[in-house]
């Protein structure tokens, strides 16, 4: 059930149905000639948000203030026992079980990689679940075989295939790490995640540090684009998401 609100709440959060949600109803009064004052504030507010809600400026500094939440407690004086990968870096549409196609949050699976080839951590748990589809299987398997083709030993891998959101991953980890004797964990995930994956992991009882990666705004100021752009509106659905995500799971008891 709370998988299912999650996704229609998704969708609620998504800019460009408010878009929709406000431009339809507005045009609809305006031919019809009635109720002129409502049929422009909803008119008003559909254009006020693609224009707003696509500027650089504003989204770039959106996203700054939720990756700066993200803080490194990696150790360096410590060998894990094993890091944690969480899922969230395949594009389904565009896979096949032998062709991944990756999406933006592809440094997850290479920063695990790394720590792994370089004696960091001595295992990994890979956690993701089913794709959508029973030809692709979990997104876990995927990244799992990704693992082995760069030269990790199979051995060294876990594999955890049922997750379908972070609350999942955390508390399906803390059974794999407690089965498998693992005490020091490395959780890895993209800096924008990071308070909502610590907080899901903590309320589970599993303690890990943190090594975020895959930043979107390092500094806003950089960004040399100026006018509004389609891809801005996407990233403030994702930021509206990934806020609005944490206050629910907040509210639920599924963050510490």
Same mark, same amino acid.
């Given at each position: 059930?709370?998988?299912?609100?999650?996704?229609?709440?998704?969708?609620?959060?998504?800019?460009?149905?408010?878009?929709?949600?406000?431009?339809?109803?507005?045009? $609809?009064?305006?031919?019809?000639?009635?109720?002129?004052?409502?049929?422009?504030?909803?008119?008003?507010?559909?254009?006020? @948000?693609?224009?707003?809600?696509?500027?650089?400026?504003?989204?770039?500094?959106?996203?700054?203030?939720?990756?700066?939440?993200?803080?490194?407690?990696?150790?360096?004086?410590?060998? =894990?026992?094993?890091?944690?990968?969480?899922?969230?870096?395949?594009?389904?549409?565009?896979?096949?079980?032998?062709?991944?196609?990756?999406?933006?949050?592809?440094?997850?699976?290479?920063?695990?990689?790394?720590?792994?080839?370089?004696?960091?951590?001595?295992?990994?748990?890979?956690?993701?679940?089913?794709?959508?589809?029973?030809?692709?299987?979990?997104?876990?398997?995927?990244?799992?075989?990704?693992?082995?083709?760069?030269?990790?030993?199979?051995?060294?891998?876990?594999?955890?295939?049922?997750?379908?959101?972070?609350?999942?991953?955390?508390? =399906?980890?803390?059974?794999?790490?407690?089965?498998?004797?693992?005490?020091?964990?490395?959780?890895?995930?993209?800096?924008?995640?990071?308070?909502?994956?610590?907080?899901?992991?903590?309320?589970?009882?599993?303690?890990?540090?943190?090594?975020? $990666?895959?930043?979107?705004?390092?500094?806003?100021?950089?960004?040399?684009?100026?006018?509004?752009? @389609?891809?801005?509106?996407?990233?403030?659905?994702?930021?509206?998401?990934?806020? @609005?995500?944490?206050?629910? =799971?907040?509210?639920?008891? =599924? $963050?510490?």
């Amino acid at each position: 059930m709370f998988f299912l609100l999650s996704k229609t709440l998704d969708l609620a959060l998504d800019p460009l149905w408010w878009v929709l949600a406000s431009l339809i109803p507005g045009l $609809v009064l305006l031919l019809r000639g009635t109720r002129r004052r409502l049929a422009i504030g909803l008119c008003s507010f559909a254009v006020m @948000v693609l224009v707003v809600g696509s500027t650089p400026a504003l989204v770039d500094r959106l996203w700054h203030g939720l990756e700066d939440d993200a803080l490194v407690t990696m150790r360096v004086d410590v060998t =894990y026992d094993a890091v944690v990968l969480l899922g969230g870096t395949i594009n389904p549409l565009g896979s096949t079980r032998t062709d991944p196609a990756w999406n933006d949050n592809i440094e997850r699976l290479i920063t695990t990689w790394k720590l792994l080839s370089t004696g960091r951590a001595r295992s990994v748990i890979v956690t993701g679940g089913p794709l959508g589809t029973a030809s692709l299987g979990s997104e876990a398997e995927l990244l799992a075989a990704q693992l082995e083709a760069w030269g990790i030993a199979h051995e060294r891998i876990v594999i955890e295939a049922k997750a379908l959101n972070t609350r999942e991953n955390a508390s =399906y980890t803390k059974e794999l790490a407690a089965s498998h004797g693992f005490t020091t964990l490395l959780l890895v995930t993209s800096a924008y995640h990071v308070p909502r994956a610590v907080g899901c992991f903590r309320a589970a009882g599993v303690e890990v540090d943190v090594l975020p $990666v895959d930043y979107r705004v390092r500094d806003p100021a950089h960004d040399a684009h100026v006018l509004p752009r @389609v891809g801005y509106l996407d990233d403030l659905g994702q930021y509206v998401h990934e806020r @609005v995500g944490t206050l629910v =799971y907040r509210v639920m008891g =599924y $963050v510490k």
